[in-house]
């Protein structure tokens, strides 16, 4: 099989009159997110020239420390997103998201670099793209789910109040609110996985095709990523919120947010 074709500059420029045609469609309508998409287009485009600039020195020139650079940039910027959008959390609960999203990540990451594929972790051809796919997914997971959970308090805090007054424990109060919150992170993954094969291919399947790996290969490599994307999603939601809800808490078991 034949590589992936190379794009000239102005082939590749071809692409930006379908986002030309989007955004006169969505000035037309009127549409209030017009200004946000021209934002993120130009912002997704300097971004990704930078990384892959970026990706090209340090897969010529590879060195562990590249890869411990590129990684802890990535878990730093992933944790910072997540917690941005919610300034209403505690202290603890902030700590609790980044040392589940930075365990989960690094774990899953480890485990599908070295066991799965047999490549050293430092690598960084395997490390960097896998952990952008495992440590992104993560970050969107934690973030669904520490929305839901938020909210899901917010929205019942006078049934909470009634269940404590009924002399239940928060502990067992805040328990269906972990798990509802968890369900909800996972659902995005889990239809992704419904959907996968028979309505579309996935990107990362895609990509290896069209770089002329045999579809077979192609296809362990995607099943083995979203088992792998699923796992990490689990893991960091669940330590996110098992670690963070507990300190919604004290030792008096009085609620103190």
């Given amino acids: 099989m034949n590589g992936a074709v190379q794009l000239t500059l102005w082939q590749f420029l071809l692409i930006y009159l379908l986002l030309i045609v ?52 990535m878990l730093v910027f992933s944790i910072h997103r997540v917690l941005s959008t919610r300034k209403d959390l505690n202290r603890r609960f902030k700590a609790g998201v980044a040392l589940a999203l930075g365990v989960s990540g690094l774990a899953v990451l480890i485990f599908f670099v ?24 993560a970050m969107t997971g934690v973030s669904l789910g520490l929305k839901t959970f938020m909210e899901s308090i917010e929205t019942q805090r006078g049934k909470i109040e009634m269940m404590v007054n009924l002399g239940l424990s928060f502990k067992t109060i805040l328990r269906p609110f ?32 069209l770089s002329g790996t045999l579809p077979t290969t192609a296809i362990m490599y995607q099943i083995a990523i979203m088992i792998a994307i699923c796992a990490s999603v689990c893991l960091s939601v669940f330590l996110s919120l098992w670690w963070g809800y507990r300190t919604l808490y004290n030792g008096d078991d009085q609620y103190i947010g």
Avoid: W
């Fill in 22 to 73: 989007v955004l006169i469609i969505m000035k037309r309508a009127k549409a209030s997110k017009t200004k946000l998409l021209f934002i993120a287009s130009i912002r997704m485009t300097v971004q990704l020239i930078l990384v892959g600039l970026l990706l090209q020195y340090i897969f010529e020139h590879p060195h562990p420390v590249f890869t411990v650079l590129f990684l802890a940039a």
């Fill in 114 to 137: 070295c066991a799965v594929v047999g490549e050293d972790v430092f690598n960084p051809q395997y490390t960097i793209p896998l952990a952008g796919m495992i440590i992104g997914n």
């Fill in 178 to 209: 972990v798990n509802r919150a968890l369900e909800s992170a996972l659902l995005p993954t889990i239809n992704s996985m419904l959907g996968m094969g028979i309505i579309f291919l996935p990107g990362m399947m895609t990509g290896q095709i």
